[in-house]
């Protein structure tokens, strides 16, 4: 029998799993000229092939990312686990086979929202609004909060009034640097969404 590569097998396995059935004759014993047909009329024919890295954890997953140029802007069609990887194989786990989510949902809030104290509505805000906000309620919970010494008249310099979490949606550098901030203002509560 013929070799055939990991790629290969899996695309003849996502053809196969779409319901195609088809006789014999060819590496896989199979003959293909029906899937053929039917991939050419996949939603991904004919798309670009860009290879990325899932960017939520240190595993480092390796993507494809399908697009197509449509109406003089880029479509991303779909994002899938690659095969050609050692590192997944073609797998992702379920936050990174959600990933073409992080660019396309409907449901992303694409500004930003305030919901004043007592209020029972969201308003949409500017950026500088929000950034000021965060900013003055930071340094006042801060400076109510900052213990210098605890009881043992140990130098702790930690602020108990501020607690962090990450979203999952953090990639790892955002996570690196979100941790770095909160440690220097002395913030000791940090979580990550996805640990919860
Ligand atoms: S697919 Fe999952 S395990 Fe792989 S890098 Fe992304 S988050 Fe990490």
Same mark, same amino acid.
């Given at each position: 029998m013929a070799e055939i590569t990991r790629r290969e097998f899996l695309k003849l396995g996502a053809a196969g799993a779409a319901g195609l059935a088809v006789p014999i004759a060819n590496p896989l014993g199979f003959d293909l000229k029906s899937v053929k047909r039917r991939t050419l009329e996949l939603r991904i024919a004919g798309a670009k092939e860009v290879h990325s890295v899932c960017p939520y954890c240190a595993v480092g997953c390796a993507l494809i990312a399908y697009t197509k140029q449509a109406n003089g802007t880029t479509q991303l069609l779909q994002i899938e686990g690659d095969p050609?990887?050692? @590192?997944?194989e073609g797998r992702l786990c379920p936050k990174g086979a959600t990933a073409m989510q992080l660019a396309t949902s409907s449901r992303r809030v694409e500004k930003p929202l305030y919901r004043a104290p007592g209020s029972a509505k969201w308003e949409e805000k500017s950026w500088d609004f929000m950034l000021d906000k965060i900013a003055q309620n930071l340094k006042a919970s801060r400076d109510n909060t900052f @213990?210098?010494?605890?009881a043992n008249g140990n130098t702790v310099n930690r602020t108990e009034g501020v607690a962090f979490a990450g979203g999952a949606a953090f990639s790892s550098e955002e996570g690196y640097f979100a941790t770095k901030l909160m440690r220097t203002l002395g913030v000791v509560h940090i979580e990550q969404q996805a640990r919860v």
């Open positions: 050609d990887s050692p @590192v997944n @213990v210098a010494q605890d």
